[in-house]
């Protein structure tokens, strides 16, 4: 038996892909139709073992799906593949509903049509994990309580309400067919191998080649902050215990501004890279017009998961930050590799020149 990840070459799901062939023996197939933000570079690691198969395609294609879960007799299919940049999707919403929606449900289809032949016990210990945000639950004002599971969906711009309408069909394949499924919702991830067109990767490269670093309206926004090693831990966790059909957030503990963010990441610089003559990475922040629709603050309530499941973050902001800054002093290669002519276009087209 294996599993099947899908958007296992992007960021977060190529950080589990890493993480569970690190510490388990199952077989894990990826499946990555590496669009601009898959880079099998990220999987490098492990290209050669005997545990790890990669496949390019789409989860839309229903019958490549199919036949992908028979040929490798999959327990356990774990959903990261997604369209996830709210910029991207105020430019282009089509490839957001196309992958986050239409391509879930073909997957879904795939995944119960397979699930349903299966034998006991086979059948029963059968699971569909899909990863989702907490952008799907909306914004929240400075005093608001956090995002507990229960929130109402109220996403605000094309891509988390291509989330949220992914996460009802998930959720609806277990009520009416009785697919065991389970959801999480994840607060903002950052660590190793993160697309550079995100807040904290965007900076650290703009950063080390003397840009300006561009901060949305006043800065003020608020989000909870995630190292991805502890959302693999959690979806681990919740895929070895959770319960059928739940839903768990999956938080850092760190709500912060993004100028907080941008403050702590130019210190590290500051001190890791030193500037000549002494001046400081701050003094590269540039303050750009605000998103349309930019939600002011998200913050999760992960208590369920803690309590239920026993799950911590390991990282505070402090160390992950730190962490994620030696990584990308660490891998010039891959930095190289990623900044490709279509990626400098996206960044001139959404921040400028």
Known sequence: MSLLVTGGAGFIGSNFVLEWLSREQEPIVVLDKLTYAGNPENLASVHGDPRFTFVRGDIGDRPFVADLLQKHEVRAVLNFAAESHVDRSIHGPGEFIHTNVVGTFELLEAVRGYWSALEEPAKQAFRFLHVSTDEVYGSLGPEDPAFTEKHQFQPNSPYSASKAASDHLVRAYHHTYGLPVLTTNCSNNYGPFHFPE??????????????????????????????????????????????????????????????EVVQKLCAILDELRPLEHGTSYWDQVHFVKDRPGHDRRYAIDASLIEHELGWLPAETFETGIRKTIEWYLAHPDWIQGVVSGAYREWVVKQYGA
């Open 198 to 259: 995100k807040l904290i990767p965007l900076m650290i490269l703009n950063a080390l080649n003397g840009k300006p670093l561009p901060v949305y309206g006043d800065g003020k926004n608020v989000r909870d902050w995630l190292y991805v090693t502890d959302h693999c831990s959690a979806i681990r966790r919740v895929l070895q215990a959770g319960r059928l059909g739940e839903t768990y957030n999956v938080g850092g503990r760190n709500e912060m501004t993004n100028l």
